[in-house]
C-alpha cells in the first residue's frame, strides 16, 4: 500500500473508533483507571468488588471505561481499542514500553506510592521517571479528548492520573471532573518531598471533587495546599484556587457486605475450604491476605505472630497462621527484594517455632479465588490486618462480613488502615509494637463468644451503613452537584503567584 493510502486508512480507523467510543447517549459516566476490566470473551466480566460498583453505575447511565490497555508496545500507535458490551463501551491504551516502566515502575510505584505511604527512605527520584509519568498522562489526555462528549461527567481514579484533569483543560475540556484517590495521602512536610510536588499539587487542583478514603486524608491535602500557598478553603468543604472552586472531601469505599456474606456461608462447602478445614484438626485459624507489598506490615505481622507464640506457649499447636501474599509490581525492585525476605522469615520462623506435627505458618505467594478467601475467611478465628499505612483496606471489611454471626472471628486492625475509621470496634493495633500486636493476637484467640459477637455486631453495622453503592452514589452526587459560581473579586489569595494550570478558554 502506496503511504498516502496508508495514512488515510489509518485515519479512517482512528474516527470509526472515535465514532465507536463517543456513542449516541447523552450525560453518560466516563471512569478512568490504570487498570480496565475488559470483558472476556464469553462476555462476562473479569471486576473485582470495586470495578463492579463502578460498571453499575456506567451500566446505570450508559458509558465508557477507559484506561491501559494492560499491553506494552514498541511503536505505539496512540489509539484507543474499542470494546463494546451492552451500554459500557472500553477504550483501551497501548502504552510505549520505555514509557511504561518510567512511568508505572518508576514514578508512580517508587515516588508517588512510597510517599503517600509516608516511606521517605524508600524514595527515589528521577527526572526521567517524573517526565515520563507527566508525558503518559499526557498521552492519555490526547486519547481520550476526542472520544467525549460535552456532559459526559469523567471520573478519574488513583495516583497513577493526577495530572490527567490539567491535561484535558489544556485541549479545551469543560466537563466536569472528578477524581478519587485509592491510597492516602500524607502530611505536607512527608508529601513535600514529591518531585513536582507543586505541580502535582495544582494537577489535583484542576478537578471539581477531589475524594480521598479518611477526612484524615482529605485535611492532609488541604494542608498541603495551604502551606504552598495554593488558594484557600472556602467553607463547606470547598477550596479555591484562582476562579475554580472545588470540592474536597472524604468518601470511604465500602463492599457488596450481604454479597459477600452469603458467598461466604456458601463457600463452606468448596472443596478447598473443606480439605483446608480437614487439614487443621482441632486448631484455631488466623488468617492475613495481603498483595506483597511494603506498605502491609507482613514482616511486622510474622515477627508479632512468633512473639504471641513464644509468650503464650499454650498457643502451640493450637493455632495455625495462613498468610496469602500474591505477587505484585515484580518489576519494581522493592518488590522484588521483598519477595525473598518474606519467604526466608517465614520458612526462618517454622524452623524455629515449629514440632514434628505442627507448621505454625502456612505461607502462600499466589492468589486464592474470591470465593475460597471468603470460605477461609469465615473458618478462621482470627483476621490480622496489620499494615503500616493504608488507603482503606478492603480485606478487613470482607473478613468481618464473612463470619458467621453464631460464632464470629476477631478481627486485629492496624490504627494505620483507612478502614480504622470506621471499623473501631476490631481489636486496633500498632503494628510497629509488635509486643503489643503479639498481645492482641493471643486476646483475639481467646476471646469469649459474648464479646466476639458483641463487636462482629457493631462492625456489621458499620459496613452496612456504607456499602459500595453508596460510595459510588455519594461521590457521582458530590461530581454532579452544582458548586456555586465565585465573583470576580472575591478570590483573595496568598500575594503570592499562583501557578495552577489554566482551564482552556471555551
Ligand atoms: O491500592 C491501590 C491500587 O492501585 C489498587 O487500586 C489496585 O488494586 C492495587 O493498588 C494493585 O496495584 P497494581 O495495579 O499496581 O497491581
Known sequence: MKSSTKARAAENERLDR???????????????????PLPTKDGTSSAGGLAVALEGALKQQGGLWFGWSGRTVDRAENMPHIVEAGNI???????????????YTGFANRVLWPICHYRLDLLQIDRSQTEGYFRVNRTF??????????????????????????????????????????????????????PSYERLLNGLASYDVVGFHTPQDAENFRQCLMRE?????????????????????????GIETDAFAQTAASAERNPVVRRMRASMGNRDLIIGVDRLDYSKGIKQRIEAFACCVRSNPELRNRVVYLQVTPKSRSDVPEYKKMQHEIAEQAGWTNGNLGEVDWTPIRYLNKTIGHTQLAGLYRMARVGLVTPLRDGMNLVAKEFVASQDPDDPGVLVLSRFAGAMHELDAALLVNPYDTEATAA?????????????????????????????????????TALCDDLPAVPEGDRGGSGRPRNRVAHAPG
Not at 472515535?18 to 480496565?36: H, M
Not at 463501551?89 to 512511568?103: E, I, P, R
Not at 458499620?462 to 452514589?473: A, K, P, Q, T
Open 18 to 36: 472515535v465514532e465507536l467510543a463517543r456513542g449516541n447517549p447523552s450525560g453518560r459516566l466516563v471512569v478512568v483507571s490504570n487498570r480496565v
Open 89 to 103: 463501551t472500553f477504550a483501551v491504551l497501548d502504552v510505549l514500553k520505555k514509557d511504561f516502566d518510567l512511568f
Open 141 to 194: 489526555a490526547e486519547a481520550l479528548a476526542p472520544l467525549l462528549n460535552a456532559d459526559d461527567t469523567i471520573w478519574i481514579h488513583d495516583y497513577h492520573f493526577i495530572p490527567l484533569a490539567a491535561e484535558l483543560r489544556r485541549l479545551g475540556c469543560r466537563n466536569r471532573i472528578g477524581f478519587f484517590l485509592h491510597i492516602p495521602w500524607p502530611p505536607s512536610d512527608v508529601a513535600s518531598a514529591l
Open 229 to 253: 500557598r495554593i488558594g484557600f478553603p472556602v467553607g463547606n468543604g470547598e477550596y479555591q484556587v484562582d476562579s475554580h472552586r472545588f470540592k474536597i472531601g472524604s468518601f470511604p469505599v
Open 440 to 476: 492482641a493476637i493471643a486476646r483475639a484467640v481467646e476471646m469469649p463468644i459474648e464479646e466476639r459477637k458483641e463487636r462482629w455486631n457493631a462492625l456489621m453495622i458499620r459496613l452496612r451503613s456504607n456499602g459500595i453503592d453508596n460510595w459510588c452514589r455519594s461521590f457521582l
